[in-house]
């Protein structure tokens, strides 16, 4: 993950001094929280990188909404965690918005060419599907398709149907995720749904 430079020992280390964690169990929460953000650093760097438009903005959103996470709901049950963190990395986006006092939904392409040729790791990885060049050419196609047509939805429709779809989360963790009602989670994410279908056409998978 380009630009979060923080390592597990880094966490860990926040933790243990902030907390005076030394018990067997609490250090067994430590490697569990590490773990955590370790898998969820990438998908969040994406969804507020596409929220921003910009690259450095999201690095500052998701490693803010990370340290907030630890500092404030490390002793919170595991299974709390992703909605929390979620919770936490949207109100930082809402800030970010109101500071910038940015509305337009037109950031354009997520990244230069240059950039995925050096800096995206999901476009750089090796195809885990054996796919030849050109199938992966369309498949990069495609999403940089659907990334463009998620940056112009409306912000809360942005919301829902990247935690729905992209983190899997359901419609009670996304209200939470979201500080908002079910029914409201179900409306945004039933407009983000018919605003994609439209926009991408062909595409939609």
Known sequence: MPGIEKSP??????????????????????????????????????????????????????????????????????????????????????????????????????????????DDPIQNRKDPHGRSPDEQLQTRSSMEKLQTALEKLPLRQQQAFLLRAWEGMDIKQTAVAMSCAEGSVKTHYSRAIHSLREALGDYWP
């Open 9 to 118: 020992d880094d966490w860990k280390y926040l933790l243990v001094e902030s907390q005076g964690l030394q018990r067997k169990h609490d250090l067994d929460q430590v490697e569990q929280l590490d773990a955590f953000l370790a898998n969820v650093q990438g998908r969040a760097y994406r969804i507020a990188q596409i929220a921003t438009g910009s690259k450095e903005d999201a690095l500052d959103v998701v490693q803010d909404a990370m340290f907030k996470l630890v500092e404030k709901y490390s002793e919170r049950p595991a299974s709390e965690w992703q909605p929390l963190f979620y919770r936490i990395l949207q109100s930082r986006i809402n800030d970010w918005y109101r500071r910038t006092s940015v509305r337009s939904r037109h950031h354009g392409s997520l990244a230069s060419a240059s950039d995925e040729q050096h």
